[in-house]
């Protein structure tokens, strides 16, 4: 945590209420996010209990498993959820529009423009917590690699038909939500611990209840009275008035009111196998639904809690407006969606279990390059997180004191003015050290100056003045462009890092990597993924 | 008890489907004999060779946890003279801590025909892909490092007898309950424990520097049950919550007197010698402190900073 983030969360302490991080939406936010709120079983690793699920907050859809450790429920349970969640993202699949890529010609070696499509929009999803896209990564390894019987008549324990397709794309979710400034997936709790700082550890800001009791207390009191509520209040029946945002449940509503109506569901269903027909069965028919009705009751209202805060948190991100660079990223996001579809309509095989060395080596160099690319932009669209770099040395703000026209000792000498900057703070400058600065009217183009000198210090007001030279974006001439040059007067903030962000070189393909870095021979691929071994039993 | 009748009850509590599945899947892995359990340990600490067909399961039980200590204590030396398998079924241990005993559990312990220990820990998280959570491997090697240190008393005095500093860690494969098994080596959270238990204050020592007649009895007012625990010094941060029961009223604590620990240790760590929130604010609005101090003078440089920044968007944020 930097400091004037800390410096925010002590006045969040003192105000009593979450204080602004950021003064725009750094995140991508759809028209129509589809929001998942999972539920899972203690103790059980994939079983899981429930979930809302939907694109409209007045409509959820609510999937229960009445007893969890039944596989045939839990399969219904997963059909279930593909059939919310497979429409969503296909609605999006379609719609494309023709965007070029580079790719290397085989035969010339050459790279070469190919026309190819590109998703004009990307199906969102958004869970409450982090906890929650863990969950999504895991629902997703525990059904991608299912069979159906369609794939195998002989396998044991056929999965549902779309439930490995669903797993397949869960997993791409989960992996894509790993690398930074990515919107395909977020997580509620992320969004705002990202947009707004609350007078609680961030180890507290992990409950979603009491982060979102912080930035928008109910009522208009103080947050930090209404996010202790949401922690600890209990009703008389010793329930939590603000359920956890899961996919874990608490202890106590385990434990008093689940376990018996999941005993309640046993009973009844057990009576009904052996049931005789007649008004017998009816009756014991009758028995078992409302043990299941109930049971989705009891879901539903620790689920709706949940599902109304992760709204309710979309409409105060939605209020701030969308950084000019957050689109940039989504389109990355795009990109994602489309490549991930491609490989669905290939046929390709599900995601590995593990990567191989060259996928994990690409993945990670990616993760980098993605990370100071959002740490870049994330500054150049706020000027708040510009404040942080400021703070730590890596930009300044300093107004143009003076400009002296100089050249470069060259056969065709070209423009290189010196700049002097007066500035009152401290940035971290060697000799030839890079400075950027956006050029007006145009967000993706920056003019590089590196620093020559300190010029003098005043020591009344401490600022010091810097002497830049500039050495590009001036045109082709002897004389500068007009308006390429700063002029005495102008405000300018100047950066130490980039603005756009280029990835290191490439990673050579793999069928040209050395085998000591997991290249061939025999490298990857081959052996299809076995599916995983199961419990013998019906029950887990 | 303590935190409830101190007013802040603390949301421990394990729930019963956890509870069920632990023990089941416990039950499952030493069921036979531990046939299925020598044979993962043969697979990964054995060096290739061949699972042994059984070994004795000795009787540990006996009455009280000094009796049980001891019983276990005397069947580790006879199993280790006999130098066959023995797999001792939760064991009772005893170690000394800061001063008192404290007897341990561990799930299970296995006496090799050499002589060696090894310490069993049965989990019930999952091992997906031949991975788990690195935070409960973590909190397991932690747990396990404590038996291993309680074991080498023991082994002390025994001859032939050492202790495996590499514990095995079963749990359930994948989405299964079928159980599969790592090997943790534990030499580092060994040292750190042993490292701890030797620097803790003892018991006796705390107690004495208490007031006279003060109680920890449940039954006991509020105040006075505040003052008591007010007599032992604690310093809160927010790991605590994950820990300890009477997290949630040093919390309301620290939060009452303003600590900036209770904003997580690294901040504290920020900003040196200032450690009210109040005063942090005082000293970044230059109503008190030393401009000299560079703790100041960067909280000075942060707040001017946010203030600009926020100045220059004014009206746009929505203040929430």
Redesign the interface.
């Known amino acids: 945590m930097s400091l004037i983030s800390t410096l925010a969360r002590l006045e969040a302490v003192d105000s009593g209420r979450a204080q602004p991080l950021a003064t725009v939406r750094h995140r991508h936010l759809t028209d129509r996010p589809l929001v998942l709120v999972p539920l899972t079983t203690a103790g059980e690793a994939g079983a899981p209990l429930g979930a809302l699920v939907g694109t409209d907050r007045e409509a959820p859809r609510l999937l229960s498993v009445a007893q969890p450790r039944d596989r045939d429920l839990r399969f219904a349970f997963l059909a279930e959820l593909a059939e919310a969640v497979l429409p969503h993202i296909e609605s999006y699949a379609d719609a494309v529009e023709p965007a070029a890529r580079k790719e290397t010609d085989p035969e010339t070696g050459k790279k070469v423009d190919v026309e190819v499509e590109l998703c004009t929009d990307a199906a969102q999803l958004i869970v409450p917590s982090r906890a929650g896209v863990e969950f999504v990564r895991l629902l997703g390894r525990s059904m991608r690699f299912r069979r159906t019987v369609e794939d195998d008549p002989d396998t044991p324990y056929p999965a549902p038909a779309r439930v490995p397709l669903l797993g397949r794309w869960l997993t791409h979710y989960g992996e894509r939500a790993r690398v930074p400034g990515s919107s395909l997936l977020l997580a509620t709790t992320d969004l705002l611990n990202r947009h707004w700082a609350t007078g609680q550890s961030s180890l507290e800001d992990q409950h979603l209840g009491a982060l979102l009791a912080w930035v928008d207390p109910p009522g208009g009191g103080s947050g930090a009275e209404a996010a202790l509520r949401a922690e600890l209040e209990r009703d008389r029946a010793g329930q939590l008035v603000c359920p956890p945002a899961g996919p874990a449940t608490d202890p106590a509503f385990d434990n008093k009111l689940l376990a018996p109506a999941i005993e309640r569901f046993d009973r009844a269903r057990t009576a009904l196998a052996t049931a005789q027909d007649g008004p017998d069965f009816d009756t014991r028919l009758g028995e078992q639904s409302d043990a299941e009705r109930a049971i989705r009751s009891l879901l539903a209202g620790v689920l709706l809690p949940t599902w109304d805060a992760v709204w309710r948190s979309l409409d105060l991100l939605r209020e701030l407006p969308e950084g000019a660079r957050a689109e940039d990223r989504w389109t990355r996001d795009r990109w994602s969606f489309t490549g991930h579809r491609d490989r669905v309509r290939a046929g390709e095989p599900p995601q590995p279990r593990r990567d191989d060395a060259v996928t994990a080596a690409q993945k990670l160099a990616s993760r980098e390059t993605a990370q100071a690319q959002l740490d870049a932009q994330e500054a150049l669209d706020d000027p708040l997180v510009m404040a942080g770099r400021r703070l730590a040395g890596e930009a300044f703000v300093g107004e143009v004191a003076e400009v002296q026209m100089a050249y470069s000792e060259s056969k065709r000498p070209s423009p290189r003015p010196l700049v002097t900057v007066r500035t009152a703070e401290r940035p971290h400058l060697g000799e030839r050290t890079k400075v950027y600065r956006s050029l007006d009217g145009d967000p993706g183009r920056s003019q590089t100056a590196e620093f020559v000198e300190y010029a003098s210090e005043d020591p009344d007001d401490g600022t010091v003045c810097l002497v830049l030279r500039i050495t590009d974006r001036m045109g082709r001439g002897k004389e500068p462009a007009p308006g390429s040059v700063p002029e005495p007067g102008d405000r300018i903030a100047w950066t130490l890092f980039e603005h756009d962000q280029r990835g290191g070189p490439k990673l050579p393909d793999p069928e040209n990597t050395p085998w000591t870095h997991g290249g061939p021979p025999g490298s990857g691929g081959g052996q299809a993924e076995q599916p995983d071994s199961v419990t013998a039993e019906d029950l887990l | 008890m303590l935190a409830t009748a101190l007013g802040s009850?603390a949301?421990f509590?394990?729930?019963?489907?956890?509870?069920?599945?632990?023990n089941a899947f416990e039950a499952k892995v030493k069921a036979d004999g531990g046939t299925e359990l020598l044979r993962l340990l043969s697979e990964r600490l054995g060096g290739g060779a061949e699972a042994p067909a059984g070994a004795t399961v000795p009787d540990l039980t006996a009455a009280g946890p000094e009796g049980r200590a001891a019983r276990t204590a005397l069947a580790l030396r006879e199993a280790t003279a006999a130098g066959g398998w023995a797999l001792l079924d939760h064991p009772m241990l005893a170690l000394e801590v800061a001063g008192s005993p404290a007897y341990l559990e561990p799930d299970a312990v296995v006496v090799h025909p050499d002589g060696t220990w090894t310490v069993v820990e049965i989990k019930?998280?999952?091992m997906?892909?031949s991975s788990a959570d690195a935070a409960k491997v973590g909190a397991a090697a932690r747990q396990s490092a404590v038996y291993v240190l309680a074991l080498e008393r023991i082994a002390a005095v025994t001859e032939g007898a050492e202790v495996g500093h590499r514990v095995l860690l079963v749990c359930?494969?994948?989405?299964?309950?079928?159980p599969t098994a790592s090997v943790v080596d534990v030499r580092k959270q060994r040292a750190v424990t042993r490292r701890q238990l030797t620097r803790l204050t003892r018991v006796e020592d705390i107690a004495a520097a208490l007031p006279e007649g003060t109680t920890f009895d449940p039954g006991c007012s509020a105040e006075d049950l505040g003052a008591a625990v007010e007599a032992v010094p604690a310093a809160y941060a927010?790991?605590c919550?994950?820990a300890c029961e009477l997290a949630?009223h040093c919390r309301a604590k620290a939060?009452a007197e303003?600590a900036?620990e209770?904003?997580?240790r690294?901040?504290r760590g920020?900003?040196g010698g200032l450690t009210t929130?109040?005063g942090?604010?005082a000293a970044?609005a230059g109503k008190e402190g030393d401009p000299a101090d560079p703790t100041v003078a960067?909280?000075r440089?942060?707040?001017a900073?946010?203030a600009?920044?926020?100045e220059?968007?004014s009206g746009?944020?929505?203040?929430?």
């Open positions: 009850p949301a509590g394990q729930s019963q489907f956890a509870f069920i599945r632990g019930s998280f999952p997906i892909d359930p494969k994948d989405f299964s309950n079928l927010p790991e919550l994950a949630f939060r303003g900036v209770s904003l997580g690294s901040v920020e900003l929130v109040a942090v604010l970044a960067a909280l440089r942060a707040a900073l946010r600009e920044a926020l220059s968007v746009r944020v929505p203040c929430p």
